[in-house]
């Protein structure tokens, strides 16, 4: 089992900074897959940033150059850095972890507002 906590979510004008954080507990020494998603009002949950174990980081065209995903594993803690955020990156951002053993688990979610 793996405990997901984000943090790091709140009001931004366009143009802002957010980092999100997603500390992990329990079995984090199994985790192999680390994803950002978020979800929007009346959208669909979208694939926003994935960072593996070995370190290779993928992102979502619509944040390319802007959102940064990086991990402190002394910390169990990934964290998506989000510059030049603009009023279309208002969502719950959710922090999604796959284990070795293919387990899923999905954090509550932080809100991301971002004014125009």
């Known amino acids: 089992q793996v405990q997901l906590v984000e943090s790091g979510g709140g009001l931004v004008q366009a143009g802002g900074s957010l980092r999100l954080s997603c500390a992990a507990s329990?079995?984090?020494?199994?985790?192999?897959?680390v994803q950002w998603y978020r979800q929007a009002p009346g959208k669909q949950r979208e694939l926003v940033a994935t960072?593996?174990?070995?370190?290779?980081?993928n992102y979502a065209d619509f944040v390319k150059g802007r959102f940064t995903i990086s991990k402190d594993n002394a910390k169990n803690t990934v964290y998506l850095q989000m510059n030049s955020l603009k009023p279309e990156d208002t969502a719950r951002y959710y922090c999604?972890?796959?284990?070795?053993?293919?387990?899923?688990?999905w954090g509550q979610g932080t809100q991301v507002t971002v004014s125009s």
């Open positions: 999604s972890v796959t284990t070795t053993l293919n387990g899923n688990y």
């Open positions: 329990g079995s984090s020494v199994n985790i192999n897959v």
């Open positions: 960072i593996t174990r070995a370190g290779p980081r």
